[in-house]
DNA sequence: GTCCAGGTCGCGC
DNA sequence: GCGCGACATGGA
């Protein structure tokens, strides 16, 4: 095996504050998804990312500084040079994971108007973890769909290691794929190196109307869309229902919606209703209070339940 | 072996 | 619009 030089890039990433880093990182599953990865001793995210132009490089993110004047380091390791351009292309996936610009005074001061424990949320939680494209964020969300987490992890762990491009530093580890990789590769050979189930006709079928021009999904990120209609095109996607296209609208920096699952239903019926299951228009009314940020109040609720042990 | 998971689709009504 | 069975896969 041929041994390639690996040189170190830093760069810094400042994002609106308040700003908790650890908060976003692991708050959610995302981060436990390939080809991200926690780093428990260096408190940093680290993720196989592969560049426009083809270059694969590895990226280590970590919070620096206090919460009310954060910012993000990211170290990139990488094979030649990084052109200004390429830093460019890193620093904005970078923003984009971390919503670096996505502004929550207003969701802060409903919760300062809760009081209590609410008022926690306000140094800098919220700004969940995303993927650097919306079609990475949609093949995920289909993958924890009717599976348990860890069919989740094991789905998306194998796509990364068959479709992924490997990084020049450590060919184990591999980028996302592109729509591209997954489109050229036959459905049965997809089908039967991922065993996502019956959702591998969905991503299949995903990346292959993304590859060809056909779908655009990164235009969903475009804020001028309505939100009735950003939801009509998720649910257009096979394979995204109602829980998908709530999870997804959240991913797209919109909290109007909770995504109702299993896990909805159980936590709200042990916290608010005494073990009783009610009707989901019941269950969701939990959340009435929260206008347009029901997503993350319901969040929040439930991290806090399970962090504190409040519940089993 | 059996059940079902951070659901969704397609069908019939 | 609502109810219902089918759906791949693997862990409990």
């Known amino acids: 095996m041929k041994a390639v030089a690996i040189n170190v890039t830093h760069l810094s990433v400042v994002p609106l504050s308040p700003f908790d880093f650890e908060f976003s990182a692991t708050s959610h599953g995302w981060v436990d998804l390939a080809?991200?990865?926690?780093?428990?001793?260096?408190?940093?995210?680290?993720?196989?990312?592969?560049?426009?132009g083809g270059k694969v490089v590895l990226l280590q993110m970590t919070g620096i500084g206090p919460i009310k004047r954060p910012s993000i380091a990211v170290e990139v390791s990488h094979s030649g040079k990084l052109s200004p351009k390429q830093q460019n292309e890193i620093t904005a996936i970078v923003r984009r994971m971390f919503r670096a610009d996505e502004d929550l005074s207003e969701f802060y001061a409903l919760c300062k108007k809760r009081g209590r424990r609410w008022v926690k949320l306000t140094a800098g939680l919220g700004?969940?973890?995303?993927?650097?494209?919306?079609?990475?964020?949609?093949?995920?969300?289909?993958?924890?769909?009717?599976?348990?987490?860890?069919?989740?992890?094991?789905?998306?762990?194998?796509?990364?290691?068959?479709?992924?491009?490997?990084?020049?530093?450590?060919?184990d580890l591999r980028a996302f794929p592109t729509p591209q990789a997954i489109a050229s590769a036959s459905f049965g050979a997809f089908a039967e190196s991922v065993r996502a189930g019956y959702r591998s006709e969905?991503?299949?079928?995903?990346?292959?109307?993304?590859?060809?021009g056909k779908l655009d999904l990164e235009a969903l990120r475009d804020p001028d869309i309505s939100t009735p209609e950003l939801k009509k095109k998720l649910l257009a996607i096979k394979g995204v229902g109602n829980y998908a296209t709530a999870t997804l609208l959240m991913l797209l920096g919109r909290y109007d919606?909770?995504?109702?699952d299993t896990v909805f239903r159980e936590f709200v019926s042990q916290k608010y209703f005494d073990g009783q299951y009610p009707s989901d228009k019941i269950a969701q009314a939990v959340y009435e209070g929260w206008g347009k940020w029901k997503y993350?109040?319901?969040?929040?609720?439930?991290?806090?339940?399970?962090?504190?042990?409040?519940?089993?």
Not at 35 to 51: C, F, M, S, T
Not at 296 to 312: C, H, K, R, V
């Open 35 to 52: 080809p991200n990865g926690w780093d428990k001793e260096r408190h940093a995210i680290q993720r196989i990312e592969g560049l426009s």
């Open 127 to 171: 700004r969940l973890l995303r993927s650097p494209t919306v079609f990475e964020d949609v093949v995920k969300t289909i993958c924890t769909t009717n599976v348990q987490w860890g069919g989740t992890k094991g789905m998306v762990k194998r796509l990364v290691s068959t479709y992924g491009e490997p990084y020049p530093g450590d060919a």
């Open 202 to 212: 969905y991503i299949h079928t995903l990346a292959e109307q993304v590859a060809s």
């Open 257 to 260: 919606e909770l995504g109702v």
């Open 296 to 312: 993350l109040a319901y969040w929040f609720d439930i991290w806090q339940a399970y962090t504190s042990a409040e519940l089993g």
